[in-house]
Antibody, heavy 119, light 112 residues
Framework: QVTLKESGPGMLQPSKTLSLTCSFS??????????VSWIRQPSGKSLEWLAA???????YYNPSLKSRLTVSKDTSNTQVFLKITSVDTADTATYYC???????????WGQGVMVTVSS | DVVLTQTPSILSATIGQSVSISCRSS???????????LYWFLQRPGQSPQRLIY???NLGSGVPNRFSGSGSGTDFTLKISGVEAEDLGVYYC?????????FGGGTKLELK
């Protein structure tokens, strides 16, 4: 059974660094073709793809945010991390991680973690 | 970035009615490998998105066959043949042909 779960700080102040963790089970990120992505959704708005990391350790970023994003994974291939530097109120959103395998994009999603940026 | 325009933004339907949602892309989504990376998702209230359709017309695992997808190039359609109460929520199309991957603005399906 494939499951993903996001965790994060809940709230942080502007200019700080946001650190998110996606913990998953039921698959391994070392499997050929496997990719884990981060996607966010401000309240009442659409979805925005942020970043992804694949089974080979290759990383992909949305150019609109690339300078502020870092995606990584742990050596056991069961967790993926996302850091966003210099956050501001526009980064307030629910953050999801989602799995893809080859051209089977986003077949499983986590429940999402809400992050509020406020002073 | 590729812009996906969904119409209508709000869709009112009765139970049992058949409805369609359009997704129009600013660029062709036909990839050089011959695939068209167009996907459909449903987000029920308070839930994460769930994938319905992959590669334009392929039904995801466990998705009822009242859902169907069609289209090519820049124009795509999601059809629900006989809306059920559990289908209410916001529908999104997404493309993964051109980086960065992008989503449409969403279509809210509500009861009339």
């Amino acid at each position: 059974q494939v499951t993903l779960k996001e965790s994060g700080p809940g709230m942080l102040q502007p200019s700080k660094t946001l650190s998110l963790t996606c913990s998953f089970s039921g698959f391994s990120l070392s499997t050929s073709g496997m990719v884990v992505s981060w996607i966010r959704q401000p309240s009442g708005k659409s979805l925005e793809w942020l970043a992804a990391i694949d089974w080979d350790g290759d990383k992909y970023y949305n150019p609109s945010l690339k300078s502020r994003l870092t995606v990584s994974k742990d050596t056991s291939n069961t967790q993926v991390f996302l850091k966003i530097t210099s956050v501001d109120t526009a980064d307030t959103a629910t953050y999801y991680c989602a799995r893809s395998i080859y051209n089977n994009y986003f077949d499983y999603w986590g429940q999402g973690v809400m992050v509020t940026v406020s002073s | 970035d590729v812009v996906l325009t969904q119409t209508p933004s709000i869709l009112s339907a009765t139970i049992g009615q058949s409805v369609s949602i359009s997704c129009r892309s600013s660029q062709s989504l036909l990839d050089s490998d011959g695939n068209t990376y167009l996907y459909w998702f449903l987000q029920r209230p308070g839930q994460s998105p769930q994938r319905l359709i992959y590669l334009v017309s392929n039904l995801g695992s466990g998705v009822p066959n009242r859902f169907s997808g069609s289209g090519s190039g820049t124009d795509f359609t999601l059809k629900i043949s006989g809306v059920e109460a559990e289908d209410l929520g916001v529908y999104y199309c997404m493309q993964a042909t051109h980086a960065p991957w992008t989503f449409g603005g969403g279509t809210k399906l509500e009861l009339k």
